[in-house]
C-alpha cells in the first residue's frame, strides 16, 4: 500500500471514529439544518425547472486531450437533453441527444454515432470523464440529491455547514450554503479516504423563481480528469420544441448500438 492510500485510510479511518462516538443528538446543533429539511428544498428547486436553453463554455481535461469549446445545452422535463459542442472557428466536437430513455451521441471527427439505452450512455466518449446518465442532470443544473445518504458529522466552516457521511461504499461530505441554499461542494473517496471525485457549484443566479450555479466543475483527480461548464447565457421555463434541435448524420457514418 503506498503512501498515499495509507494516510488517506488513516484520515478515513480517525472521521469514523470520531462519528461512531457520538449520540445522535450530537451529530448536529440546533442550529444545524435538519438533512430533510436540505433535501426538500433542493427536490422543491429542481421541480421548479422545466425547461433551460443555455449556453456555456466548456473545459475538458484528460491525459488524452485538453480543449476548451462552446456549449449550447437544451433540456426539458422529464428527461429530454439536447447537448452541442463546438470548438473554435465553429468546428463541431459532438452532439447528444437523449429522450425517453434513449440516447443518439454523433462524433464527427471520428465519423460515429452511438445509440441505445441511457444507461449504456458512454459520457467517456463526449466528456472525457466517466459518469454514469443519471449523474449527468444533476452535473449540468447543479441539482444534488441527498437520498440515501447516511449523515455522520455536521462542523462549521465559515459562513457554511460540512455535513460527512456514508452512502453505500463511498464517504461523502457536503458543504451547504443555507444563506443561499444550495450545496455548493460535493466530495467523495473510498473507504481508505482516497478523493475519488469532487464537484463544485458557484456564481449561483436566481431566474423565475429558480436557483442555478453559472460556474460548475467535476474533478477525478485519481484520473487527472476534470470537466468544467460556465454558463453566459441562461433562459429558463420559456417554451423549448425539442424537434427542432434536429441534426443530420452522414451517410457513411459508422452507427453502433449500445445496450444496457
Known amino acids: 500500500m503506498n503512501l498515499r492510500r495509507l494516510l488517506g485510510g488513516l484520515s478515513a479511518a480517525a472521521l469514523l471514529l470520531h462519528c461512531s462516538h457520538q449520540t445522535p443528538a450530537d451529530k448536529g446543533s440546533a442550529s444545524a439544518p435538519a438533512l430533510e429539511t436540505i433535501q426538500q ?3 422543491a428547486n429542481y421541480r421548479t425547472l422545466q425547461t433551460l436553453n443555455g449556453q456555456a463554455i466548456l473545459t475538458v ?3 488524452e486531450a485538453s480543449y476548451t469549446a462552446n456549449a449550447h445545452i437544451w433540456f ?11 470548438a473554435a472557428f465553429g468546428i463541431d466536437v459532438g452532439r447528444l441527444f437523449i429522450a425517453a430513455n434513449r440516447f443518439v451521441l454523433f462524433m464527427p471527427r471520428m465519423n460515429l454515432c452511438y445509440y441505445g439505452d441511457v444507461a449504456a450512455l458512454p459520457l467517456d466518449e463526449f466528456l472525457s470523464v466517466e459518469m454514469r446518465y443519471e449523474e449527468l442532470m444533476p452535473l449540468l443544473f447543479g441539482q444534488e440529491d441527498l437520498s440515501g445518504f447516511d449523515p455522520l458529522y455536521y462542523a462549521r466552516v465559515d459562513r457554511d455547514w460540512l455535513i460527512a457521511g456514508r452512502r453505500d461504499l463511498l464517504h461523502l461530505s457536503y458543504r451547504y450554503d443555507p444563506s443561499v441554499g444550495a450545496i ?5 473517496s473510498d473507504s481508505l479516504g482516497v478523493l475519488l471525485w469532487s464537484k463544485t457549484f458557484d456564481r449561483f443566479i436566481r431566474k423565475k423563481n429558480l436557483l442555478l450555479p453559472q460556474t460548475i466543475r467535476l474533478q477525478q483527480p485519481g484520473e487527472n480528469r476534470a470537466v468544467g461548464l460556465f454558463y453566459n447565457k441562461l433562459a429558463v421555463n420559456d417554451k423549448v420544441i425539442m424537434k427542432r434541435l434536429s441534426f443530420s448524420l452522414p451517410a457513411n457514418v459508422q452507427r453502433i448500438e449500445l445496450k444496457e
Open 41 to 43: 428544498r433542493l427536490e
Open 61 to 63: 481535461e484528460s491525459p
Open 76 to 86: 426539458r422535463q422529464p428527461d429530454s437533453l439536447y447537448i452541442k459542442v463546438e
Open 184 to 188: 455548493r461542494e460535493t466530495r467523495a
